[in-house]
């Protein structure tokens, strides 16, 4: 494990923030363009969004019932749609 994005090797976060040149295969435009029109303000809000991402809590602590990501009325709406005569057989073994 890393303690930030710059430091993994194989991550686009250096190339995507400004940090070093981008591998000729790398688009970083098309991310960029949501941050701002011009390159360098577009870099420095997309480190700025990556470090506040650091603040977030870890999405799979949210998790319910072992299997959802989402509201109260999600997961209802969603266990309304399981069929509770359902085979056991359709579930797969690890």
């Given at each position: 494990m890393v303690?930030?994005?710059k430091g993994r090797a194989w991550s686009s976060y250096r190339a995507?923030?400004?940090q070093r040149q981008p591998h000729p295969l790398l688009t970083t435009g098309w991310i960029?363009?949501?941050f701002a029109k011009t390159r360098?303000?577009?870099q420095e809000k997309y480190r700025q969004f990556v470090q506040a991402g650091k603040k977030q809590s870890d999405i799979w602590d949210q998790l319910?019932?072992?299997i959802y990501?989402?509201?109260?009325?999600f997961i209802e709406d969603?266990?309304?749609?399981?069929?509770?005569?359902?085979s056991l057989r359709d579930v797969p073994k690890p």
């Open positions: 303690r930030s994005a995507t923030a400004g960029l363009g949501n360098r303000v577009a319910k019932n072992q990501l989402g509201s109260d009325q969603m266990q309304r749609k399981i069929d509770p005569k359902q």
